[in-house]
Nanobody, 121 residues
Framework: QLQASGGGLVQAGDSLRLSCAAS????????MGWFRQAPGKEREFVAG???????YYEDSVKGRFTISRDNDKNTVYLQMNSLKPEDTAVYYC?????????????????WGQGTQVTVSS
């Protein structure tokens, strides 16, 4: 029900925009989040957006990443600028039936399949 796309191989300093398209139900009122998991590391919260449009970011991406949503398209985006090699990971989008923002992966009810982002130095 969640399809993530937009990943790729880029150089440090480049930008990417990830998309997360929802289908099968409307996620208009759901809290949405982006998480990432690098090889050998635990999954971590990256950014979240509430049903009302409030946003929250993990410290290392503040000022570089922007999460947004288009409810008409049932899609959430993650604009990633000034990418760094440490941003390399598989990125996952997730939906939470609770309309607020949670940084805990266990709070989310639906997950996308992940999209690989690789940033070379």
């Amino acid at each position: 029900q969640l399809q993530a796309s937009g990943g790729g191989l880029v150089q440090a300093g480049d930008s990417l925009r990830l998309s997360c398209a929802a289908s099968g139900r409307t996620f208009r009122s759901y809290g949405m989040g982006w998480f990432r998991q690098a090889p050998g590391k635990e999954r971590e919260f990256v950014a979240g957006i509430s049903g009302s449009g409030s946003t929250y970011y993990e410290d290392s991406v503040k000022g570089r990443f922007t999460i947004s949503r288009d409810n008409d398209k049932n899609t959430v985006y993650l604009q990633m600028n000034s990418l760094k090699p440490e941003d390399t990971a598989v990125y996952y989008c997730a939906a939470n039936t609770y309309p607020g923002i949670s940084t805990r992966g266990s709070s989310y009810d639906y997950w996308g399949q992940g999209t690989q982002v690789t940033v070379s130095s």
